[in-house]
């Protein structure tokens, strides 16, 4: 009776102190890719980091990376499709993924994790679903804390951004970082200019011209290259890049110029900026998806999985910036002025212009914002 008795006061110990983490089971996982894999030093490989820290805390567990090299959405379900009975949950990374959502409903005991779009129907309608956890962010606020760090740095007051292709997340960084040094200039008087070269143009989803810096691809390097030095050559000495695999071209063309520095984007970028003694990385605009993923693989592995679609901000502390000591190179008064804006922009009152809102650079709401 006794040792019954201690069994089940031990049971309580464990649902009280570790809220249910001794019921957590393990899983198998899968991230998927396309068209870089997992070691990008950007987006993929954020993503990636998630994963990892899930299986730090959940050691019976365990994942694999696959990569669909063609970036062609109907080729990414296909590798889903591929892989889909052999796993517990699956990770996609990336707009290439959204038409999941017949394969999630064909496979209702596999949990899908997907990341920067919500799932599609045959018709590229927005549906949702139990058992996928759709994330997408408000990049605009990112770009926004990017384009406030170009304008209160630069010296030779000329800055840029460059994208990869306009799809809707790429046009909310390239709008939130034009909102950002609008703010910059009204509030602080910076004076600084935003550089965009005609040649390269983007042409959003509903066949709009956004302007801006379009290498026109998440791959091409060496046309990055020839993007960031055409910007370099007009003047800019801060570049935002948000160009996926890309912008490693633009970083190539900053660390072969001098005192010209890179805002990087989604994860912190300061290694990909090493440059001999020196970096080239000013500070990084950070999409927190490894923490949101790993969450969210935890409440499958407890059976606390919620499907849905959800878009996530600096009010969910999934927007910010690197302030981390030795991995920047902001001044202090730049700091703070970028926590002040990140406040106002948790508690609401800075919104900065977005694809998705359909506001634009030049009169986005919150610009008044003291």
């Not at 009975?85 to 005991?109: K, M, R």
């Not at 066949?207 to 020839?226: H, R």
């Not at 970028?269 to 993923?293: R, Y």
Request: hydrophobic residues 40%; glycine residues 10%.
């Amino acid at each position: 009776m006794k040792q019954r008795l201690l069994s089940v006061l031990a049971v309580a110990l464990c649902v009280s102190v570790f809220a249910g983490a001794c019921f957590a089971e393990s899983i198998k996982a899968a991230i998927v890719t396309s068209p870089n894999d997992v070691h990008d030093g950007g987006f993929n490989e954020n993503n990636y980091n998630g994963l990892l820290q899930f299986v730090e805390t959940n050691p019976d567990s365990s994942f694999t990376t696959i990569q669909d090299k063609t970036g062609d959405p109907a080729s990414c379900v296909k590798t889903i499709e591929d892989i889909v009975a052999d796993y517990d949950a699956i990770v996609c990374v990336g707009f290439q993924f959204s038409g999941i959502a017949e394969l999630a409903e064909d496979n209702p005991d596999v949990k899908f994790l997907l990341v920067d779009t919500w799932p599609a129907d045959s018709n590229g309608q927005t549906v949702s679903a139990e058992n996928i956890n759709a994330m997408t962010f408000k990049e605009e606020q990112g770009g926004f804390l990017a384009g406030l760090a170009a304008a209160l740095s630069s010296r030779t007051k000329k800055v840029a951004v460059v994208n990869g292709i306009a799809f809707p997340t790429n046009v909310n960084y390239q709008y939130g970082f034009m909102s950002g040094v609008n703010y910059a200039n009204k509030h602080y008087g910076t004076g600084v200019q935003i550089v965009e070269l005609p040649s390269y143009s983007g042409t959003d989803v509903t066949g709009k011209a956004v302007g801006g810096n379009y290498v026109g691809s998440f791959i091409d390097q060496a046309n990055g290259k020839i993007v960031g030095q055409a910007l370099i050559r007009e003047g800019c000495d801060v570049i935002f890049v948000a160009a996926g695999g890309a912008g490693m071209g633009v970083f190539t063309a900053a660390k072969e110029a001098k005192d010209v520095y890179i805002v990087g984007c989604d994860a912190d970028q300061f290694d990909d900026g090493k440059n001999g003694d020196a970096n080239i990385i000013l500070t990084s605009s950070l999409k927190v998806m490894d923490k949101n993923n790993a969450r969210v693989l935890r409440d499958i592995a407890a059976g606390n999985f919620k499907g849905g679609n959800y878009l996530l901000g600096a009010a969910e502390d999934s927007i910010d910036y690197v302030k981390t000591p030795g991995r920047h190179q902001l001044t202090d008064d730049v700091i703070a002025k970028l926590d002040a804006a990140l406040a106002l922009m948790k508690a609401g009152k800075i919104l900065p212009a977005s694809f998705t809102s359909g506001t634009m650079p030049d009169s986005f709401e919150g610009l008044d914002a003291e």
